[in-house]
């Protein structure tokens, strides 16, 4: 098992900066992908960036040149750096893992509220 917990969200300007972070505990051996997914009110839980144990990144074509995704693998630490931040990037912020192997369900952690003011 795998616990996920998410820290740094929080209440913010259009055009400020937030940064999460995603810390995991458990067995993280299993973890390959780790990433962050948002959800808004009435909206399904999208994409928003992804980043392998080997380096490689994902975003959604929405935030790219905005946010920034990070992993610090000795700490088992994922951290999404949001920049010029909109209304629009306001959501519930989810972070995910994703095991090696391709039978075993992701992982998600509680969520942290985002919410970006015009």
């Known amino acids: 098992q795998v616990q996920l917990v998410e820290s740094g969200g929080g209440l913010v300007q259009a055009g400020g900066s937030l940064r999460l972070s995603c810390a995991a505990s458990?067995?993280?051996?299993?973890?390959?992908?780790m990433g962050w997914y948002r959800q808004a009110p009435g909206n399904q839980r999208d994409l928003v960036a992804t980043i392998s144990w080997g380096g490689t990144i994902n975003y959604a074509d929405s935030v790219k040149g905005r946010f920034t995704i990070s992993r610090d693998n000795a700490k088992n630490t994922v951290y999404l750096q949001m920049n010029s931040l909109k209304p629009e990037d306001t959501a519930v912020y989810y972070c995910n893992a994703m095991p090696w192997s391709s039978v075993s369900n992701p992982y998600w952690g509680q969520g942290t509220q985002v919410t970006v003011s015009s």
């Open positions: 458990g067995s993280t051996f299993s973890i390959n992908v």
